[in-house]
């Protein structure tokens, strides 16, 4: 751990691993990047980057009024360099989600990959709907109160610690508030900064949103969040997910707001499944998938799609090639769409050329619909969606994602 002096102040660093490098924006305002302490399990294969925002945590004490989004986005692009990386993954969680939205949408060529952990583009859910939230799952009336006068910057600095705690079962609904506690302030050493909390939330992220923007981020991008988070719930990582284009959205199951606290494992899964290049699919799986490839999918496709047959007829355009391909899958119908299991992952070429080309079509049971706006999400999120009967194969099959679609049926000639 030291400081590393970048632009006009000197950012707390801890450099920890070897191998792609990884960034990890922490959340707050006011917090800092030990909230973020179960990450260093990725060192064995990431070179994991932590560091305190400006204003935040151990970093040097320079005026509150300095904590914009032009300062933050360009403090950690100067330490990019310092660091001597050509590009790196980025991590953002909760405020450092926003951070890494604007810092992907100032500095694009230096973002590789970018995960947005239970964060918003829009300040209106933490100010406006997280009281509602509460209210809504039977928070005590005061206890919503200070929900919302901490998420608009209106409490005192003496008041940071008091709030916080008494606002954990809500934050970690999953969580022992005494382990929680014990966690934060023995363990991990936490070191908060109230006036970074209270201009944060009265200045800086009032009325802020990038939600008009979204659609201008290209890099790929895994939208995750647990599934009571009561600050950013996934109605809302739904909109961040489809808003950037060919996002993929995972919802961490039995988590709040801290899913990497709640949930390590499936989150540590999911970061290094969407970063780590090269990796290879299991080899038997590998083979089942040539051998359909080759010799089944021809059969198939002599019968998919016709009206009495369980299997669709997918059609999409080679991305570089432009030629019409047509592959066989299983569609099943959802509320405006369709969900379609990839057993074989989310890097087959197929789904590859639609999410480059934003569209396809596919006939079903005879009929002929036109796809767009394609998502790959998790299971939790596509199998409440199906048929029981659907999701208990899929499930037996342990089949983790799925892309989720948009459809319009094509009139009958």
């Known amino acids: ?16 691993g070897d191998g792609y490098p990884l960034l990890l924006m922490h959340g707050g305002p006011g917090a800092d990047h ?4 179960p990450f260093r399990q990725l060192s064995d294969s990431f070179t994991v980057v932590f560091y305190d925002h400006r204003c935040n945590g151990r970093s040097a004490d320079v005026p509150v009024t300095s904590m914009t989004w032009d300062n933050l986005t ?5 330490l990019r360099t310092r660091l001597g990386f050509s590009r790196w993954a980025v ?15 100032r500095y694009p060529d230096s973002v590789s990959h970018l995960i947005l952990l239970d964060t918003g583009g829009d300040s209106w ?3 406006e709907n997280a009281p509602r939230l509460l209210a809504r799952r039977g928070f005590p009336a005061g206890k919503v109160e200070l929900a919302r006068r901490w998420f608009s910057g209106r409490t005192a600095p003496w008041e940071f610690f008091p709030t916080l705690i008494r606002l954990g079962s809500a934050y970690d609904p999953h969580t022992n508030g005494f382990a929680a506690l014990r966690t934060a302030f023995a363990e991990r050493r936490f070191k908060a900064r109230p006036q970074a909390h209270i201009f944060g939330f009265r200045r800086l992220t009032k009325d802020w949103t990038v939600m008009d923007r979204l659609k201008e981020i290209t890099v790929p991008t895994l939208v995750m969040a647990g599934r009571d988070d009561f600050v950013f719930p996934p109605e809302h990582q739904a909109q961040l997910a489809s808003g950037i284009p060919g996002a993929r959205l995972e919802i961490i199951e ?10 390590t494992a499936a989150v540590m899964t999911a970061v290094r499944d969407f970063i780590e290049p090269g990796r290879e699919v299991p080899q038997r799986r590998d083979a089942v998938r040539r051998f359909n490839k080759r010799f089944l999918n021809p059969v198939m496709l002599l019968v998919a799609g016709r009206r009495y047959w369980y299997a669709a007829a997918l059609h999409h355009v080679g991305r570089r090639s432009g030629r019409p391909y047509t592959t066989p899958v299983v569609a099943e119908p959802v509320g405006g769409g369709f969900v379609i299991p990839l057993p074989y992952g989310d890097d087959v070429d197929w ?8 569209r396809a079509s596919i ?3 005879g009929r002929r619909y036109t796809l767009d706006d394609p998502r790959v999400v998790d299971a939790g999120y596509a199998l409440p969606l199906v048929r029981r009967s659907r999701r208990r194969v899929w499930q037996r099959l342990g089949i983790r994602h799925y892309l989720q679609v948009h459809a319009v049926a094509t009139p009958q000639r």
């Open 254 to 263: 039995h988590a709040g707001h801290n899913p990497h606290d709640e949930q």
């Open 363 to 365: 006939e079903v049971h």
């Open 125 to 127: 859910w933490e100010r």
């Open 74 to 78: 360009a403090d950690a692009e100067a």
């Open 351 to 358: 789904l590859r050329n639609i999410r480059a080309a934003g």
């Open 34 to 37: 030990w909230t973020l302490l």
């Open 91 to 105: 991590l953002g969680h909760s405020f450092g989600g926003k951070v890494a939205l604007e810092y992907a949408l």
């Open 1 to 16: 751990m030291t400081t590393i002096a970048v632009r006009d102040v000197e950012l707390f660093v801890e450099v920890v």
